[in-house]
Nanobody
Framework: QVRLVESGGGLVQAGGSLRLSCTASGRTFSTFFLGWFRQAPGKEREFVAAISRSGDSTYYADSIKGRFTISRDNVKNMVYLQMNSLKPEDTAVYYC???????????????????WGQGTQVTVSS
C-alpha cells in the first residue's frame, strides 16, 4: 500500500507564496509518477502539475504555469509544490497523487493515478 500525506496549506494574501509538501510511503517511491490536483467547492478536481520519476520532466496547467513549480526529492520521499504570486482563484483543496503502474493515459486525468492524499486547504484572500 501507498500512503500520501500533504502539508503546508493555509491562508495567504493575494500575491503571496506557499509551499506544499507531500510525503509518500513506499520502498519504490522513485518509480512513482507524481501529480498535484486541486478542487474548489462546487468544481471538478483539476490538474495542477506533474513530475516524472527522475524529476527531469515537469508538466503544468496553463492556469498556473510560470507561478507554480513542482519538484521532488527521491532520497527524502517527498514531492513539493512551490506556489508564488497566488491569486484568489487558486483557493482550493490541494491533493497529491501517485501513479505506481505507469498507466498509458493522459497525465492530466485523475484516472492515471492510483493513490491520493487527504488534501490540504489553500485559501487566498484579496
Amino acid at each position: 500500500q501507498v500512503r500520501l500525506v500533504e502539508s503546508g496549506g493555509g491562508l495567504v494574501q493575494a500575491g503571496g507564496s506557499l509551499r506544499l509538501s507531500c510525503t509518500a510511503s513506499g520502498r519504490t517511491f522513485s518509480t512513482f509518477f507524481l501529480g498535484w490536483f486541486r478542487q474548489a467547492p462546487g468544481k471538478e478536481r483539476e490538474f495542477v502539475a506533474a513530475i516524472s520519476r527522475s524529476g527531469d520532466s515537469t508538466y503544468y496547467a496553463d492556469s498556473i504555469k510560470g507561478r507554480f513549480t513542482i519538484s521532488r526529492d527521491n532520497v527524502k520521499n517527498m514531492v513539493y509544490l512551490q506556489m508564488n504570486s497566488l491569486k484568489p482563484e487558486d483557493t482550493a483543496v490541494y491533493y497529491c497523487a501517485a501513479d505506481i503502474t505507469s498507466r498509458r493515459t493522459t497525465i492530466t486525468g485523475a484516472s492515471k493515478y492510483d493513490y491520493w492524499g487527504q488534501g490540504t486547504q489553500v485559501t487566498v484572500s484579496s
